[in-house]
């Protein structure tokens, strides 16, 4: 079973920011692609945001302007930088590889919640 190491949620106010990470395992010697979703109770998870192989990034339209990812390869860890959080904001969020190199994927991490309070 594949582990995926995410941190960095918790509570915090809007308007304010909280960083999220999350750590692949070296499975092979490739850069994995992954990215960052999301999911209120009863709706669908729902892309945030994801940085492919080659560092090219795709944010949702809603989160445009406020969020941030990135990675460190050489930690195979990507942040997601989120600043003037919205209570909408609030959910749990899941960090997900699809590719290592061109090799497809689809490991997902255990979730960790993000609270805004208004």
């Known amino acids: 079973q594949v582990q995926l190491e995410e941190s960095g949620g918790g509570l915090v106010q809007a308007g304010g920011s909280l960083r999220l990470s999350c750590t692949a395992p070296?499975?092979?010697?490739?850069?994995?692609?992954m990215g960052w979703y999301r999911q209120a109770p009863g709706k669908q998870r729902e892309l945030v945001a994801q940085?492919?192989?080659?560092?090219?990034?795709n944010l949702a339209d809603s989160v445009k302007g406020r969020f941030t990812i990135s990675r460190d390869n050489g930690k195979n860890t990507i942040y997601l930088q989120m600043n003037s959080l919205k209570p909408e904001d609030t959910d749990v969020y899941y960090c997900?590889?699809?590719?290592?190199?061109?090799?497809?994927?689809?490991?997902w991490g255990k979730g960790t919640l993000v609270t805004v309070s208004s």
């Open positions: 070296r499975i092979i010697f490739a850069i994995p692609a």
């Open positions: 997900r590889v699809d590719r290592y190199g061109p090799v497809e994927v689809d490991y």
């Open positions: 940085i492919a192989t080659d560092g090219s990034t």
